[in-house]
């Protein structure tokens, strides 16, 4: 088989055999097709698009390309759930606590942030002592203490998708609907659980713009999932807006810790809460109604709370500092974004704010870069919300006051104030099962 003519196949719009697409993901993932043809194949897909059938062929195959977990010892159901990426977006260590304290183990991988996103595992590492890397032992005994886990994804997971991602992140291939569902759903097909639940964001800070491409991503996925026997189910919310108050990693840790005690943002506690209540639906625990019962139970009780420092502890973290959340170290300086005028705000540009917090040390611009856990922003005002001239729109928080500038000009830049009130999306714009 030569590579060429697949790539020629492709561009020509013809469909791939699953011998195909298995060369170019084993391919991709042994380093054998060198890195021009693996971008061009990948451009070829961008403009000609893939079947079901390919798109399910390629998720197995990149899954198939490196380890695998079997969640089978852990006994019982486990489940799982992915978020396309968004700002704000700290549901994890809301909604693992939440399934795992209604007796479901949620055994879980999740990534770092990377551009304007943040990831799961950076702001579970502001927590001092807490490990992301754990042998397969003792990953699966945290679990077993505390019925969830969180850490890093290990090294050879899909690496395929590891080697095909790092490629579209350069050459403008990332927002292809087959490319995207195979991407995530390789990695969670490889991750073990038996249900999975997908947040898929559409809106400003998202990959997908509009509510339509947010479906046909969740409809394709949904369909590889159940093709190989796993439990899928999406919810379509809205990243129009940054979820939440918080962005930065410790500070979404403590926006976490608040909300699992009660006192959190009411778009995030909604979203945590749907989320919940369809990995308990999809692990048999009952209706919609009944599992979000259960699941606003879960948080109101404080047992998912419980359940989350349990989970630190097991992983050498310092639980201490989720009951006084006033232990994580404050960034030095902070800077006041101040309204100029009377208004509402009618738009915010959720990427922009993103970029704002890693601008002020809070993301990576490269792989390699440091974090500084306590720098990035609070939103006093989202979109909607009435403001006089001369109110703090948003709180910026850094190490380094030379920080200030730059960021504050992109947050400035990324929210429109106008005279009447918007629309307002709902956090929640539908569910597919
Ligand atoms: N997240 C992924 O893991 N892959 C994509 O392609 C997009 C978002």
């Known amino acids: 088989m030569r590579f060429y003519d697949i790539i020629k196949k492709k561009r020509d719009g013809f ?82 606590p939440i399934v795992a304290s209604c007796g479901v183990k949620v055994a879980k991988m999740s990534g770092r942030g990377l551009g304007h996103t943040g990831g799961t595992v950076d702001k579970l590492e502001s ?6 890397t754990l042998t397969r032992e003792e990953f699966f005994g945290v ?28 050459t403008a291939t990332v927002d292809s609907i087959p490319l995207i569902a195979s991407s995530i759903m390789s990695k969670k097909i490889a991750a073990g659980a038996a249900c999975i639940v997908l947040d898929i964001k559409v809106g400003s800070g998202a990959f997908m713009k509009t509510p339509e491409l947010a479906q046909s991503l969740a409809r394709e996925m949904i369909d590889i999932g159940t093709a190989v026997g796993r439990k899928t189910a999406a919810v379509i919310s809205n990243m129009d807006v940054p979820l939440g108050i918080n962005v930065g990693n410790s500070l979404e840790v403590i926006e976490a810790v608040e909300t699992l005690r009660g006192n959190g943002p009411e778009d995030l506690k909604e979203l945590c809460i749907c989320l919940a209540a369809n990995m308990l639906v999809l692990s048999g625990k009952g ?3 009944e599992c979000t019962a259960l699941a606003r139970a879960a948080l109101e009780s404080g047992r998912a709370f419980e359940t989350l420092k349990a989970c630190v502890e097991a992983q050498g973290g310092d639980a201490s500092y989720l009951d006084n959340i006033d232990k994580f170290p404050k960034a030095k300086y ?70 200030f500038a730059s960021a504050a000009e992109e947050y400035t830049a990324a929210v429109t104030l106008g005279n009447s009130r918007p629309k307002v999306l709902p956090i929640i714009i539908s569910t597919v099962r």
């Open 15 to 96: 469909e791939l055999t699953k011998e195909e697409i298995e060369f170019f993901a084993f391919g991709a993932a042994d380093g054998s097709i060198p890195d021009y043809q693996l971008t061009a194949m990948l451009m070829a897909i961008f403009f000609k698009g893939m079947s079901k059938r390919e798109t399910a062929d390629l998720t197995l195959a990149m899954a198939n390309s490196g380890d695998t977990v079997d969640l089978s010892p852990l006994g019982g159901i486990t489940a799982d759930k992915h978020s396309t990426g968004g700002v704000g977006d700290k549901t994890t260590l809301i909604v693992a």
């Open 143 to 170: 679990v077993e203490k505390s019925s969830m886990s969180v850490i890093g994804q290990s090294g050879n997971l899909a690496p395929a998708d590891k080697k095909l991602y790092a490629l579209r992140d350069v």
């Open 334 to 403: 902070s800077f006041d974004i101040v309204a100029e005028s009377d208004g509402y705000i009618t738009k915010m540009d959720s990427e922009r704010i993103g970029i704002a917090a890693c601008m002020l040390g809070a993301g990576r611009k490269t792989a390699n870069d440091t974090i500084d856990f306590a720098a990035g922003l609070k939103i006093l005002k989202k979109t909607g919300g009435k403001v006089c001239k001369g109110d703090i729109l948003a709180t910026l928080y850094a190490n380094d006051e030379a920080l």
């Open 127 to 132: 927590i001092p002592g807490y490990k992301t």
């Open 287 to 289: 209706s919609e109604e």
